[in-house]
Structures are given as C-alpha cells and as structure tokens.
C-alpha cells in the first residue's frame, strides 16, 4: 500500500537555529514527490516538486532533497514567518492520468524570535 | 488571478441536513478534486474529476456525492449530513499534465452538530 509518513509532527526552533523536516515514503514506482506550505486557516500551497534520486531544489530559506524511500526539508536560519505546518505528498506512477496524491499528515513548525 | 474559490468559508448544520459545497477555477485546468483536512490525518480524497465528464471516488468517499457541472466547478454534497462530516474541506485543482501541481482553495470548515 501506497504510504507517506512525515516527522516530526510538531517542531519548536528558535531564530536561526536550523532543522530539518523528514517525508518517508513507500510508493509503486515514484512519479514525483511535492511539497506544500499551509499557514493557519488557509489552503496548501506548493513549494517544490521532486523528481527522481539525488534531485535538490531552494527556495529562500528551504531546500528540499530526495532519496530512494525519503525526502528532507531543510530550513536554514529560520525566521518566525516560516512558521507553517508543511505537507509532503507522492504521487504513484500509475496515478499520471488522474494527478492523485497521496499525503502525509505534515508537520508543523514553530519559529520563536 | 483568483485561481480556485471555495464557497461558503464556513457552514454549520445539524445532523440530517444537506448541503452543497461549491468550486470553481479560472486556470482552464482538466483536473479537480475535494479533500478532506481532520487533525492527525492529513489530506484525504474523497473525489475526484480527472476531466470534464467524469468523476472517480477517492479515499473516503462515503456520505457524498460530487458533480462535475462544467470545466470550472466542481461541487461535492453531503445529502445527509452526520458529525463524522465535521471538518475542514479543500478543493484542488491540477495543472500542467508534465508539473502535476495540485493548486488548493481556502477551505470550507463545516461543522456538523
């Protein structure tokens, strides 16, 4: 069964203290993994697409890698706007006609100035 | 540059009643879901519409039902609706085939008493 396990659940950082958030995976055949920032009372939004093994992509403050069964949030010197629960999801390789995604049940990270 | 909206933002009813969620989405996109967002859980799918003239179930599809009306909405009703309904529901719709970004609405919050 196709599965994505986020920890952990809950992160408390200080300012500039860095960290990182963990996406483990189980999945038949990886199409491509996502991840997605949801701040309180709003909807998910994207931040990056991974693809395959080894692939990196940055944004600002975020860096998001991939391995064969995990993907890792690094947060560098964080500020307290980065405060936000941030969700993982999959998508299987026999899901490419219908987009469906499989989510985590995220992890929500508090930055303290 | 609305994207996808979601009416009403929040809805409360009593156990038995109906109602109707509505989505709409101004990106031309084929595809679009419905989510559902409990504490713990993550996202779940409850429908989904691959394209324009189909609808699948997801998840956890019991107690709704969804309607394609066109390309741009995509409505999901509760015909009778029960606590276990109480949650925060999300509306997607998908992009590009080859990016397979899922873009997210606000959120309707419903309460079910």
Excluded at chain 1, 59 to 73: D, G, I, N, V, Y
């Amino acid at each position: 069964e196709d599965q994505v396990t986020q920890s952990p659940e809950a992160l408390r950082l200080q300012e500039g203290e860095s960290s990182s958030l963990n996406c483990s995976y189980t999945v038949s055949g990886l199409r491509g993994l996502f991840w997605y920032r949801q701040d309180p009372g709003k909807g998910p939004e994207f931040l990056f697409t991974l693809y395959s093994a080894g692939e990196e992509k940055e944004k600002e403050r975020l860096k998001a890698t991939l391995t064969k069964k995990e993907s890792f949030l690094h947060i560098t010197a964080p500020k307290p706007e980065d405060s936000a629960t941030y969700l993982c999801a999959v998508q299987a390789a026999g899901s490419s006609n219908t987009g469906k995604l499989i989510f985590g049940q995220g992890t929500t990270l508090q930055v303290k100035p | 540059n609305a994207g996808v909206t979601q009416t009403p933002k929040f809805q409360v009813l009593k156990t038995g009643q109906s109602m109707t969620l509505q989505c709409a989405q101004d990106m031309n996109h084929n595809s679009m879901y419905w989510y559902r967002q409990d504490p713990g859980m993550g996202l779940r799918l409850i429908y989904y519409s691959a394209s324009e003239g189909t609808t699948d179930k997801g998840e956890v599809p019991n107690g709704y039902n969804v309607s394609r009306l066109n390309k741009r909405e995509f409505s999901l009703r509760l015909e009778s609706a029960a606590p276990s309904q109480t949650s925060v529901y999300f509306c997607a719709s998908r992009g590009q085939l080859a990016k397979n970004i899922q873009y997210f609405g606000a959120g309707t919050r419903l309460s079910v008493l």
